[in-house]
């Protein structure tokens, strides 16, 4: 299993082993007496007359080996019933002083995660790429746009599912630092497997400098090609779903791109984000992930190059 | 002419003989099997290699929709219904099922309703919803082609199918058991097979309101799953999981039920602790409505109803775990014969207790958390599915197969395809435990590779081509056997029910006189009475029993057995009799050969399918495929109900 890099993911590990072995230990039991009666019973040509001895006669021995099987499990299970309680209560139970509050919203096929943390000028709006304090608690209130998605992180903690309508909680913490692969677990359409979400854990000054980098709008482009591509981006279709902060684009369709250039990957997990992809996603998403809601952009190379350009100074 | 000819299409195409339903059931399942599992295959290729290129996201969902949904209500509900058909009035000693004409619509309806579901395939619109269809990505906003329109209207098809099935053999079981067999002498087949009824009866109709809401709200815009509306986003789960974990007991209660039959008779000694494993068969059937929100810890629904349903899961390992035990020690001090059927019941003792004790491991909530959608998952249900519904399946074909056929497999072809099948399952469905585990995420049609996941994923693959590979021995076994096979006489294997008492395969109306049954085990009881002189229920005399193994016997209560006869090689017939006294000369009323179920039923698909035109934009046309469809189907039941069943009785 996952090595867990948190308490809700270690919890769930230790229960985890505590079942797998008493599993793997019943079944190791059933198949060695399945086994040894196999080897033992004699083997019969084919006309051998049946025995019927034991037809309304009680037979002792087996009879008290399979209450004893029955009760032994029955025994087992109640504590595994058990066990699985006690770690719900003590995942339910971390400590939650001085969390990090986000609301992570899932949309066919990514993710928006809006910081609600002290003012509203604080709060801020990113996509598909978290970051976390380390060893700070993480409250997650989870709420979906369309279908029925859900957040899994294997090595942070278990699934919870984000229902369109409804809003649920899921609390976990990061302990190391490291980048965390999460990913939606619910299936949810077409690209159902490209809806991937990075939990980024920092230590608690990158995590500080990387929030109070988010919180800043979008610095003014400083060379020609830059404002070239900010005008296209304002007049073309792009504003017509995306937020860049400090501009007229406001739109929530889908991911703000105000710090976009910061980011790791592309289009919820599909392409690492380098100049390149970026380009090739923009002339063409439908042929990186079909289906996806974003339409190919009718662009000249140079006015492509421009745009690319202007997207790459949104650190 | 009242009776037909026995061979020819249009035999097939008017019988009512619950026989040649049974084997035309066998058939049709066996090809949607293939069907189902060439669609595995095409997943497990996609998935060989990360970043996979065969399949599109799109071609993928519809591919796994479409082999679950076919696994599922195409193949192995229609393999047990097969042996339903053909197995449970031979055990409980009836000419036929209650009602005959009723048992062919029950079958044309399937096909019928397989066949629209996989027409899909030909518009290229597949269901691709996945075969549990989750509200709201299953409604008009979210899935606005024809897809879906497909899926909803199929499931509905053969859950009439399904439900008239299963009331007939409620009605047959209950009312057509053989004099002196009462429920507790009933074989144990036909024991699972009428929990199994019980549970179709109160479990579609679960499935069918889930599915009449969603065929209103994507057809008729009514908002039964719009959350914009108002509607409860969970409501659609928690009705297909009342059905859908029931569904599970469909699926695999049948196998109990032919496991039950093989093991004893391969160890030749009654199945241990009788009562037992049918108090157990109905408390996991009890039990199995109880638990349907274990498919759903995800969602969130509060630690107290965790744990409810937690404990109700828990609870289920126990009757399961005693049919095991009871299997194992039923084998325990007998003498084993390892044909080919027995070595896949044994198979299912082992490998159906993988997929139950992984099933413990779902049961407790937190864990569950990380496990659910992911590939140990998958792992789990396909060791309860595969490792038991299909090795039971697999148990009852072969042993079966001479009752059906009149002709013994081949053993030899069938260790190799029950080898092949055994290796290849455990490689296909062992190592996705540990993709699972590696956190593979199911329902993904790529994947990056360096995640720990290729391995795994390859290993599955190479063990889904070879357990592809195994299945074409079973086919050509098979067909091969069907006329060339060894000439199995009544009673090949030595077994204990009524249905070896009879030729193989047996005459039309199966039992030229209604046996008298005084035990559990009325052949063995016949053919070694020395044996049961002790046993205090068998103790009747000369009246115990009216069987007589070659089924002509009509005389006055003594028995004729053949004892060592049916059951020894050296004795075995020479060819297949076929020339047994007909109905007629017994004065036996048969059933009239009809083709009106048929027309019924495929009216009743136009009439479904008719729908899928309002999506097109033709309300006229589907008015009048609908309305043209509803009047002839009408006609024909109105004709079928009007036309007598069977001759005048003498």
């Known amino acids: ?85 006690f770690t719900d209560r003590a995942v339910a139970r971390m400590s939650l002083v001085d969390a990090v509050n986000i ?88 690209e159902h497997a490209f809806m991937g979400l990075q939990i980024v854990a920092d230590p608690a000054d990158r995590y500080e400098a990387w929030a109070a980098a988010q919180r800043r709008p979008a610095s003014e482009p400083a060379d020609a090609q830059a ?18 902060q400090g501009t007229t684009a406001g739109a929530q369709h889908g991911p703000d791109l105000t710090h976009v250039a910061g980011r790791r990957e592309l289009a919820a997990g599909t392409l690492p984000n380098t100049r390149e992809n970026l380009q090739a996603w923009i002339a063409d998403p439908q042929k990186h992930k079909p289906g996806t809601n974003m339409p190919s952009t009718p662009l000249s190379q140079a006015d492509l190059s421009a745009l690319v350009t202007y997207l790459e100074t949104l650190k | ?30 090809t949607f099997f293939m069907m189902g599992g060439f669609e595995a295959e095409l997943i497990r290729a996609q998935l060989q290699h990360p970043n996979g290129r065969l399949l599109g996201a799109e071609v993928y969902n519809q591919m796994f929709t479409m082999h679950g949904t076919t696994m599922v209500f195409l193949a192995i509900m229609p393999l047990s219904a097969a042996f339903f058909n053909f197995l449970i009035p031979l055990q409980i000693g009836a000419r036929d099922v209650a009602f005959p004409r009723l048992n062919a619509f029950s079958y044309w309806v399937y096909l019928f309703g397989g066949i629209f579901m996989n027409l899909s395939w030909f518009v290229g619109q597949a269901p691709n919803g996945g075969w549990f269809g989750y509200a709201p990505l299953t409604t008009m906003a979210y899935s606005p082609l024809l897809n879906i329109d497909f899926w909803v209207l199929g499931l509905q098809i053969l859950g009439v199918s399904s439900l008239a099935a299963a009331f007939n053999f409620i009605t047959t079981i209950i009312n057509m058991r053989a004099p002196g067999m009462n ?107 109880g638990v349907w929100a274990h498919h759903m810890f995800a969602v969130g629904m509060g630690p107290i109803a965790d744990t409810m349903f937690s404990l109700a899961t828990m609870l289920i390992a126990i009757p399961t775990g005693v049919k095991i035990f009871n299997w194992i020690f039923t084998m325990w001090g007998g003498n084993i014969n390892f044909t080919v059927s027995m070595k896949f019941a044994i198979a299912l003792v082992g490998l159906f207790t993988i997929g139950g004790i992984s099933g413990v491991m779902h ?112 086919v050509y076994n098979m067909l091969k056997s069907w006329h060339g096979g060894a000439v ?24 030229a006189e209604i046996p008298r049954v005084s035990s559990r085990y009325p052949l063995w009881d016949v053919k070694s009475p020395e044996l049961t002189t002790d046993v205090p229920h068998t103790r009747e005399g000369e009246k115990r029993i009216d069987v007589d193994a070659a089924g002509q016997h009509v005389g006055g209560g003594k028995a004729i057995g053949n004892p060592a006869g049916a059951s020894s090689g050296a004795s075995r017939p020479t060819h297949v009799e076929r020339n047994h006294k007909t109905a007629e000369e017994l004065g036996i009323p048969m059933p009239y050969p009809t083709i009106k179920p048929l027309f019924v039923a495929l009216f009743m698909v136009t009439m479904f399918s008719g729908m899928l035109l309002i999506h097109k934009d033709k309300l006229g046309l589907a008015l009048a495929v609908i309305i043209t469809s509803a009047m002839l189907m009408t006609g024909f039941l109105y004709a079928w109900l009007l036309s007598p069943l069977e001759p005048e009785h003498h």
């Not at chain 1, 096929?109 to 304090?133: L, Q």
């Not at chain 2, 092949?420 to 994947?447: C, D, E, K, W």
Request: glycine share 8%.
């Open chain 1, 1 to 85: 299993m996952f090595e867990p890099a948190g308490p809700q993911a270690h919890l769930i590990l230790q229960l985890w082993h505590l079942i797998a072995w008493t599993c793997a230990g019943v079944f190791a039991a059933i198949l060695l007496v399945l086994v040894a009666i196999l080897l033992r019973t004699p083997r019969a040509p084919m006309p051998a007359a049946p025995d019927l001895s034991t037809t309304d006669k009680a037979e002792p021995g087996p009879r008290r080996s399979v209450a004893t099987a029955v009760v032994a499990s029955a025994l087992l299970l109640l504590a595994l019933v058990v066990a699985s309680v």
């Open chain 1, 103 to 190: 609301e992570l919203t899932g949309h066919q096929w990514w993710w928006s995660a809006r910081y609600i943390n002290g003012p509203v000028s604080d709060t801020f709006t990113t996509a598909n790429e978290v970051h976390i304090p380390v060893g700070r608690p993480v409250i997650f209130t989870l709420k979906a746009d369309d279908v029925i998605h859900s957040i899994w992180v294997p090595r942070l903690a278990g699934k919870k599912d984000l229902i369109p309508g409804r809003t649920a909680s899921l609390q976990l913490r990061a302990d190391e630092p490291g980048v965390y692969q999460g990913r939606c677990a619910e299936f949810c359409g077409l």
């Open chain 1, 227 to 244: 404002l070239r591509g900010r005008e296209l981006f304002l007049s073309q279709s792009c504003a017509m779903c995306h937020a860049v």
């Open chain 2, 1 to 30: 002419m009242a009776y037909g000819s026995n061979t020819g299409l249009w035999s097939w195409l008017t019988t009512v003989d619950h026989k040649r339903i049974g084997t035309l059931y066998l058939f049709t399942a066996l």
């Open chain 2, 183 to 289: 429920l507790m002498r009933m074989p144990m087949f036909t024991w699972m097979s009428f929990v199994v009824q019980f549970l179709l009866v109160l479990a579609f109709p679960v499935i069918t309101i889930a599915l009449v809401f969603l065929q209103f709200d994507r057809f008729f815009g009514t908002n039964f799953y719009t959350i914009a509306a108002g509607a409860d986003p969970l409501l659609w789960q928690h009705l297909f999981w009342i059905f859908g974990h029931p569904e599970v007991y469909i699926l695999i209660l049948p196998a109990f039920g032919l496991v039950s039959e093989v093991l004893p008779t391969f160890s030749r000694k009654p199945l241990f602790g009788y009562p037992v494993m049918v108090y157990s068969g109905m408390l996991i059937a009890f039990l199995g409505f």
């Open chain 2, 363 to 474: 049961a407790s909530p937190t864990a569950d958390l990380q496990q659910t959608d992911s590939y140990f998952i998958v792992a789990h249900f396909h060791y309860v599915l595969f490792g038991g519904s299909m090795m039971g399946i697999f148990a009852g074909i072969y042993y079966y197969f001479p009752k059906f056929s009149g002709r013994m497999l081949s053993e030899k072809i069938g260790n190799w395809h029950f080898w092949l099948s055994f290796v290849g399952m455990n490689l296909t469905f062992f190592p996705m435990h540990f993709s699972g585990l590696a956190g593979m995420p199911r329902r993904i049609y790529q994947y990056d590779a360096n995640q720990g996941w290729d391995t795994y994923n390859a290993m599955s693959s190479y063990g889904a081509y070879l357990l592809g590979f195994a299945t074409l021995f079973l």
């Open chain 2, 488 to 511: 199995a006489g009544n009673d090949p294997w030595g077994a204990p029910s009524l249905e070896w008492s009879i030729p193989s395969p047996p005459p039309d109306y199966n039992f």
